[in-house]
C-alpha cells in the first residue's frame, strides 16, 4: 500500500492541473506545438502560460483546502477532509488480511480488519504485534471516502477507520457522552454516542490489544475513548447485559455408611390415617415422606430401594408395623409414589438402615 502525504497530493495535483490548463489554454495541435517551441518568442509565450497556469492551481488548492477544513466526510467525497492531529491510522496486515489500527493521541483503540484472506489464522496477538510503518494520519488522508454504506467499501478497514475517526474529533466530542450497550439481536457490544450508536465490536473490528474477553473488550474500548476525548470517569457496566444465569452448586455425594440391610415386601398407607397420631405422637402426614416398622428406632433413617424399577427413596421411621405376612416396612402414600409402588400396592424392595 503507497500512502501520500497531504504535500505530495498537492504537488501532484498542481502538476495535473497545470498541464490540463496548457493542453486546454492553447488550439495549436500537438505536432505544430512541438515545432513552434524552438523560437525564442514561443519559448517566453510557454514560460508566460505555465506560470499563469502554476497560479490558478494554487488559487485552486487553496480554495480546496478552506472548504475540506469546514466539512465532514460525505458519501462520495472526491477527498477526506482535514481531522484533528491527534487522530491516526496505520494500515497494516493481519494474516494476509488488510487491516487498519486507529490511534487516539498515539493510544491504540481499535483494529479494523479486512475480509479478503490469504492466509487465516486469527491469531490474537497479530493485531498489536502487525502494525507496520506505513500510516495514515487523518487529516492528510486523501483516499476516496466513497458511499461507507456500500458493502464493497465496508470490508476496507482504512475506510471504517476513517470514517470512525471522523466522528470522535476531540474538540468537538464530549467524552461523557461515550458509553456502550449489548445488543441483544447480534449478542455483541455497541459503542455509543450521545445514544447515537458509533461502532459494534465484531470478528472484524476489536480492540488493539485484545484481552480475549467479550465484555473486558467492549468495556476497555469504551473507557479508552471516555479517557482520551475527555479524561471521563471510566464505566463498569455495559447497558442492557443480562445477568448471568446463575450457577447452581450441587453439594457433592456423601458417603453414608449403612449400618445393617434387609430384602422383604413393602405396603403402604396412608387415607384413613391421614391426621391421625403415629406411634411416636406426632400427628400422620400421608404426603411426608415417613415409613413405619416393627422395631427399628423412632427417628432412624432408611434408604428403601424399589427392586422391581430400582427407584430409592430416604424415609424416617415415625410409626410401628406392618403386621401382616412377610412385609418389613409400610410406606406413607408419598414414599410409595416416589419409588412407584402405588398401583401395585405391594412390592419387593431393600432397606437400607443408615447411620444418620
Known sequence: MFVLSKGSIKQQFASGLAAALLLTGTSVPLASAQSANDTPENKSSQSAELQSAEAQSAEALASND???????????????PSLSEDILVHAHEIDGRQAATLF??????LTFIGTEVNSLSNSSDAVSLAI????LDLEAEAAPAGDLLNSDLEADPILRA?????KIDPAAVNAEDISVRWHEETDGYIVTMADEDLIELDSRTVLADTTEDAVEDALQVTNRLRRLLGDAEPVSEIEGLPEPEPVVEVAPAQSVAIVSSNVGGASWYGPGFHGRLSANGETFNQYALTAA??????????????LYNGRQVTVRINDRGPYAGDRIIDLSQGAAEVIGL????VGTVQIDVLAY
Open 66 to 80: 478552506a472548504a475540506s477544513d469546514s466539512e465532514t466526510i460525505q458519501p462520495g467525497a472526491e477527498l477526506a
Open 162 to 166: 476513517t470514517n470512525l475517526g471522523s
Open 104 to 109: 487516539v493521541k498515539d493510544i491504540p483503540v
Open 132 to 135: 507496520s510503518d506505513t500510516s
Open 342 to 345: 402405588i398401583d401395585s400396592g
Open 293 to 306: 416398622h416393627r422395631t427399628l428406632p423412632f427417628g432412624t433413617n432408611v434408604l428403601v430401594t424399589n
